[in-house]
């Protein structure tokens, strides 16, 4: 039995409120997160150097090519199931991932042992800053008001990396992140236009602009 079987709609905590529109909803790309959050990469490039350097070491210290690699072999074995490991939290992070954006806020499920939903409604989002990674995918980060501080670790991987003091919502590793982007630009800028009938006013500090891909 799915741990969120349980949901009224599927991300969602309960219904739609009356009037309130789905526009989009969406998860991480496990291998993009096991790459840009979990770092798969980075740990098994270090683990080969480990190795590399020990059977350099052996092999200066007289061994045979062969008892240097044995001697480095157990280097291997410790980053194969390092990668191995994250590689499952990744998928399992993703899996547990749903993003789900309103035309009136932006909702963040996500969790591996313990389930938790972020509401975010856009009377809280500042502005929001989309960039595209090499792999294709794109990030997502939402700056919020100050009053409505996130936990860093609590949220993580959903928030922007390195940005402890004032943590920014992240929704990461999306395949259609520029068609998210442009959603959301549209969204925004329809929840902060008078209600009155006449000129909206300008939103562009709401709009997604560019974001530097961090590590």
């Known amino acids: 039995m799915s741990e969120h079987e349980f949901e009224p709609?599927?991300?969602?905590?309960?219904?739609?409120?009356?009037?309130e529109r789905m526009l989009w909803q969406g998860a991480p790309r496990w291998r993009s997160l096991a790459v840009q959050a979990f770092h798969v990469r980075k740990v098994a490039v270090y683990f080969a150097l480990l190795a590399?350097?020990?059977?350099?070491?052996?092999l200066a210290d007289g061994d045979t090519l062969a008892t240097a690699l044995a001697a480095s072999s157990w280097l291997a074995v410790l980053g194969v199931i390092a990668v191995s490991t994250l590689t499952l939290l990744a998928w399992l992070a993703a899996r547990g991932t749903?993003?789900?954006l309103t035309d009136r806020r932006v909702v963040m499920r996500f969790g591996i042992a313990l389930p938790m939903t972020v509401n975010l409604p856009f009377a809280v989002v500042e502005s929001a800053a989309a960039g595209r990674r090499s792999d294709g995918?794109?990030?997502?980060?939402?700056?919020?008001t100050r009053g409505s501080r996130i936990g860093y670790l609590v949220n993580w991987p959903n928030v922007r990396p390195w940005h402890?003091?004032?943590?920014?919502?992240?929704?990461?590793?999306?395949?259609?992140?520029?068609?998210?982007?442009?959603?959301?630009?549209?969204?925004?800028?329809?929840?902060?236009?008078?209600?009155?009938?006449?000129?909206?006013?300008?939103?562009?500090s709401s709009a997604p602009t560019p974001l530097t891909a961090a590590a």
């Open 9 to 19: 709609v599927p991300g969602l905590p309960a219904e739609l409120p009356a009037g």
């Open 52 to 58: 590399a350097f020990q059977a350099a070491a052996a």
């Open 98 to 100: 749903m993003y789900t």
């Open 137 to 144: 995918t794109a990030d997502i980060a939402l700056t919020i």
């Open 164 to 204: 402890f003091s004032r943590p920014q919502p992240m929704l990461r590793a999306l395949v259609d992140g520029e068609r998210v982007a442009a959603l959301l630009a549209d969204a925004l800028a329809a929840a902060t236009r008078p209600a009155a009938a006449g000129p909206a006013r300008d939103t562009k």
